[in-house]
């Protein structure tokens, strides 16, 4: 018999994960069952078990593989030289994660922030998914401390900067757009860019004027 090649079995394991997260931002996690996965992509249970035991194994990827994504993007980012500034930087990464999770529902809306938005409100009674966001959330809360420090040594940001504060900062402005994304629809990709420009130009006013 011949063996099935890593990428047959990387292919499956995306098509399975793909039709997942379509499930899931179209209908929330407790409202679809294997049966709806197993007729969105079109296999049978042995071919989809053979690589997610179940419902909670699945979202457990998706989420894996999003903040992944994230992390990775901010890792890349404090290597370059000048970093990218936020207001490229972010809207980067939400272009990376269209990338990724790159499905589209009926009514044309863009897979993540649906998703994204079922992910956190699943957190709160998931105890599992919680350790797996934590443990992810403080990975990328980390590779954004690195852009920092990048743009510390760049002299962008004074050098008692707060990391930490400014990365939870940065990381809660994509997700705030990717909210609003989820339950407004569609908004011009420069909007972000633009609004963020716009805050990184303000200074402190001069008390004497």
Not at 8 to 31: K, P, V
Not at 68 to 81: I, P
Request: aromatic share 6%; charged share 25%; glycine share 6%.
């Amino acid at each position: 018999m011949a063996r099935v090649s890593q990428e047959h079995l990387d292919a499956r394991r995306r098509q399975i994960l793909d039709g997942a997260s379509l499930c899931f931002a179209r209908n929330g996690f407790h409202a679809t069952s294997m049966q709806d996965v197993l007729k969105e992509v079109d296999l049978s249970a042995g071919a989809v078990y053979r690589y997610f035991s179940g419902k909670e194994e699945l979202i457990g990827a998706i989420v894996s593989e999003v903040l992944e994504t994230v992390g990775d993007t901010y890792e890349r980012a404090a290597q370059e030289t000048p970093p990218p500034l936020p207001d490229v930087l972010i809207p980067r990464t939400l272009a990376r994660l269209k990338e990724v999770k790159s499905g589209v529902l009926d009514s044309g809306e863009w897979v993540f922030p649906r998703l994204m938005i079922q992910v956190w409100a699943e957190t709160l009674r998931n105890d599992e998914l919680a350790v797996v966001m934590r443990t992810g959330f403080d990975k990328v809360c980390a590779a954004w401390a690195k852009v920092v420090e990048s743009y510390k040594a760049a002299g962008l940001m004074p050098e008692d900067a707060d990391a930490d504060a400014m990365a939870r900062t940065m990381i809660a402005l994509a997700q705030g757009f990717a909210a609003q994304l989820a339950v407004f629809g569609a908004v011009p990709a420069d909007v972000l860019q633009n609004g963020l420009r716009a805050l990184m130009s303000m200074r402190t006013p001069d008390p004497a004027a």
